[in-house]
Structures are given as C-alpha cells and as structure tokens.
C-alpha cells in the first residue's frame, strides 16, 4: 500500500520567513495530494491540493509543487505569520484501492514573532 | 453546502463501558465516508472507511466496530472501552473520485 513520509517533524522560523515542507510517496498510481493544517483541538482543514497532472499550484502566500518522477511533493509558505503556527499534514491517495487518503506524520510549525 | 456533524464533541467513560459515536453529512448523497482516530501529538490513523450503506472496510484489528445503517450516517462502536482507546476521533467525508476530504469537528474521548 502507499507510504507517505514527511520532513520536518518541527520546523521553528521568525515571523516573515519562508516554511518548506516536504513529503514522499512510495505509490507511482496516486494522483492526488492534499495538504491539511490542523489548529490545536481542531479539525484537520484544507489548505491546498494538487492533483498529478499539474507541477505547481499556488494560492496567495501558500504554494504546492509536485515532482511526479521523483515521487515527492512540498508545501511553501512565504512571509509567515503567527497564525500560520499549526501542525500541517501532507496525504496522498490513488483513484482506486482504499479510496482513502495516506497521510504523513505531520509537522508542527511554530511562527515566532 | 456539504455540513458534517459528529456528537458528542467530548465524551469521558470507564474502561469495559460501551461506545456509540455517530456522524452524519447534510447536503450531498452517497459521499464515502471515514473514521480516524488521533493520539495526543500524533498522525491520523485510518479505521474504518465506507463507499456506500452496509459496506465497511476496517483498516486496523481492534476492538472497535463501524456501521453505516443510512447513506449519510456512519457510527463508530465498541462492546467494552479499553485505555488505548482513548484519543481524538474524527470523521470525514468526500464525494466519489480524487475529490478532497473534509473533516468533522470530532469527539475527544477520555476513558478513565
């Protein structure tokens, strides 16, 4: 089945720095990859998501890439802010078998201001 | 719009006490819909998973149990709580194909 890994676990930077979060794939067939930003005893919500026929998706200071050779994507965040502070969590999932998303082990994020 | 619904938002039982936890989605059909569980500080893992009315797919053996008695209705259940059961359960839904999911508010669950 799929296996997704991701780095950092704990990614600390100054408020209007840039956060990289990258994630790996071990399943060539999925295609599609959302990522989820989890608040503290909240809901995991929707940030973003890329599907595996596009290189790059961009939303304001939110921004996904994905290298489908490789078999890995990231999430980028540019000019953080202290609310952006979260555990992020990466997923993957293919158009058949479990019909269920694979998610990463999640990175917390700290904004310092 | 899609809304989902989980109850009750906390829920604190003695070991060996049975569970029911439900979740329901308004405004849509035959969405799949899911149960995870999360430790404190920790991932999501996947329990059980629904394409449609009476069919569950459990991922990980346990003393849990799911059913899906309507088509927007998926419960969450056991005969007797252990203390490894307690963690944050949530559930979620999405329509059919590489769509995204979209999570309940969950049910933090304390078992004493």
């Known amino acids: 089945g799929e296996n997704v890994e991701q780095h950092p676990s704990t990614l600390s930077v100054q408020e209007g720095d840039s956060a990289v979060i990258k994630c790996t794939y071990s399943d060539s067939a999925s295609n599609y990859f959302p990522w989820y930003k989890q608040e503290l005893g909240k809901r995991p919500q929707l940030i973003i998501d890329?599907?595996?026929?596009?290189g790059e998706k961009k939303d304001q200071r939110i921004a996904v890439t994905l290298n489908k050779t490789a078999k890995h994507f990231s999430l980028h965040i540019t000019e953080t802010q202290p609310e952006d502070s979260a555990v992020y969590f990466c997923a993957a999932s293919t158009r058949t078998g479990r019909r269920a998303l694979t998610f990463g082990s999640g990175t917390r994020l700290q904004v310092q201001p | 719009s899609q809304t989902i619904h989980q109850w009750p938002a906390t829920l604190v039982q003695p070991v060996g006490s049975p569970l029911s936890l439900e979740c329901t989605v308004e405004?849509?059909?035959?969405?799949?819909l899911y149960w995870y569980r999360q430790a404190a500080g920790r991932g999501l893992q996947l329990l059980f998973y629904?394409?449609?009315?009476?069919?569950i797919s459990s991922e990980v053996p346990q003393n849990l149990s799911a059913s899906r008695p309507q088509d927007r209705q998926f419960i969450l259940s056991s005969k007797k709580l252990l203390l490894s059961d307690s963690g944050f359960y949530l559930c979620?839904?999405?329509?059919?194909?590489?769509?995204?999911?979209?999570f309940g508010d969950g049910t933090r669950l304390s078992i004493l």
């Open positions: 979620a839904w999405k329509l059919q194909g590489n769509k995204p999911q979209h």
């Open positions: 405004g849509t059909s035959n969405p799949n």
């Open positions: 629904s394409v449609g009315i009476g069919q």
């Open positions: 890329i599907r595996s026929n596009v």
